[in-house]
């Protein structure tokens, strides 16, 4: 539980008893205020120790990520050498986030140089290897993530082990990037080396077959996900199945099937959508039905399917539309746009 109030006190009691010295009371300190999102607070505290260390280094750090203030974070990374603060692998692995962030490449390239100098056992390491693997892959170099996957998991004996979530951040490495029938070989090389994939996987997987048309291979994997491993289809799978597989595909008819025997059923709106895509007016007017059952004063829902009508010249049903948006005091929000213009 966060209490600010506490904490502060926590804080005057240890500056009153002289313990303020301490790195490791110090330590806790800064770290207390970074969980409570204070991190002016935490960098103030970090300031007046006295002799610092890598724990109370790696807790302010860990505080500027977790509040997303990462341009922050690697500024004081920036410090660490002035300051003769050495890096372990909690710190390189918050710097090679603070990069992916930021899609900072070339010092995410720096970074990766330090692993290589001070990791000695970095094939353990599936933490740092799959910070390697998304900080290359956010920035688009899919490559060089593929290098540092390919080089993942041996071990001294030669032994190979890759765990689950390295495969994950490959497989949504290339989904990011646009190569979904790698992502789809990939998947299935997953599968022959052992690997059981959780329901992360088989979202990217599914929504790599939508992308490519393999509507057949998309359903077969959705239905695996229960039969051979176990696993419970979430709202996300749900809506994978329905919006990126069968609506891109057309199947639209088989969408509505699916939805309806679905315990989850919000994706009338993407049913819709595609009804309006497709121009299947009928199966629109059911979708929009569905949908209003559920969020009666959803706008969107009102606006698609006039957009349905207008395709087809269905001047009038428009005109019931907006009489029925009338009557229940439903407006369309109105469009707007930002640009920041610096000096």
Same mark, same amino acid.
């Given at each position: 539980?966060?209490?600010?109030?506490?904490?502060?006190?926590?804080?005057?009691?240890?500056?009153?008893?002289?313990?303020?010295?301490?790195?490791?009371?110090?330590?806790?300190?800064?770290?207390?205020?970074?969980?409570?999102?204070?991190?002016?607070?935490?960098?103030?505290?970090?300031?007046?120790?006295?002799?610092?260390?890598?724990?109370?280094?790696?807790?302010?750090?860990?505080?500027?990520?977790?509040?997303?203030?990462?341009?922050?974070?690697?500024?004081?990374?920036?410090?660490?050498?002035?300051?003769?603060?050495?890096?372990?692998?909690?710190?390189?692995?918050?710097m090679l986030r603070a990069c992916t962030s930021l899609s900072t490449i070339e010092?995410?390239?720096?970074?990766?140089?330090?692993?290589?100098?001070?990791?000695?056992?970095? @094939?353990?390491? =599936?933490? +740092?290897? &799959?910070?390697?693997? #998304?900080?290359?892959?956010?920035?688009?170099?899919?490559?060089? *993530?593929?290098?540092?996957?390919?080089?993942?998991?041996?071990?001294?004996?030669?032994?190979?082990?890759?765990?689950?979530?390295?495969?994950?951040?490959?497989?949504?490495?290339?989904?990011?990037?646009?190569?979904?029938?790698?992502?789809?070989?990939?998947?299935?090389?997953?599968?022959?080396?052992?690997?059981?994939?959780?329901?992360?996987?088989?979202?990217?997987?599914?929504?790599?077959?939508?992308?490519?048309?393999?509507?057949?291979?998309?359903?077969?994997?959705?239905?695996?996900?229960?039969?051979?491993?176990?696993?419970?289809?979430?709202?996300?799978?749900?809506?994978?199945?329905?919006?990126?597989?069968?609506?891109?595909?057309?199947?639209?008819?088989?969408?509505?099937?699916?939805?309806?025997?679905?315990?989850?059923? @919000?994706?009338? =709106?993407? +049913?819709? &959508?595609?009804?309006? #895509?497709?121009?299947?007016?009928?199966?629109?007017?059911?979708? *929009?039905?569905?949908?209003?059952?559920?969020?009666?004063?959803?706008?969107?829902?009102?606006?698609?399917?006039?957009?349905v009508y207008a395709k087809f010249g269905m001047w009038d049903e428009i005109e019931?539309?907006?009489?029925?948006?009338?009557?229940?005091?439903?407006?369309?929000?109105?469009?707007?746009?930002?640009?920041?213009?610096?000096?």
């Open positions: 539980m966060k209490d600010v109030k506490f904490g502060a006190q926590k804080h005057s009691l240890v500056e009153k008893s002289g313990w303020l010295s301490s790195v490791f009371v110090g330590s806790a300190l800064v770290d207390l205020y970074a969980k409570l999102s204070l991190i002016n607070d935490a960098a103030k505290m970090f300031d007046k120790i006295p002799v610092k260390n890598t724990v109370c280094e790696n807790a302010l750090l860990s505080g500027y990520g977790e509040a997303n203030r990462r341009v922050e974070g690697l500024e004081f990374v920036r410090k660490m050498r002035a300051l003769n603060l050495k890096c372990d692998h909690f710190t390189l692995s918050a010092l995410g390239r720096q970074v990766h140089g330090s692993v290589i100098r001070m990791v000695s056992d970095l @094939e353990d390491d =599936g933490f +740092l290897q &799959n910070s390697l693997i #998304e900080m290359y892959g956010k920035c688009g170099l899919v490559g060089k *993530a593929w290098q540092v996957f390919n080089l993942s998991g041996f071990g001294y004996n030669g032994e190979r082990k890759r765990d689950v979530v390295l495969w994950i951040s490959m497989l949504a490495v290339y989904g990011r990037n646009g190569d979904f029938e790698k992502v789809i070989e990939l998947f299935k090389e997953m599968l022959r080396e052992g690997i059981s994939p959780d329901g992360v996987a088989f979202v990217t997987v599914i929504s790599a077959c939508g992308h490519t048309g393999h509507v057949k291979l998309g359903i077969q994997y959705f239905e695996s996900m229960v039969s051979d491993f176990g696993l419970e289809p979430g709202p996300e799978h749900n809506s994978c199945i329905v919006d990126h597989l069968l609506c891109r595909a057309g199947e639209l008819e088989r969408a509505w099937k699916m939805v309806n025997e679905m315990t989850h059923k @919000e994706n009338w =709106g993407a +049913l819709l &959508n595609a009804c309006n #895509e497709f121009g299947n007016v009928e199966l629109g007017k059911l979708a *929009a039905r569905k949908a209003l059952e559920m969020d009666p004063h959803n706008v969107g829902i009102y606006v698609l399917l006039s957009n019931q539309l907006r009489e029925l948006m009338k009557e229940t005091s439903l407006k369309k929000d109105v469009g707007c746009s930002w640009i920041e213009i610096t000096s």
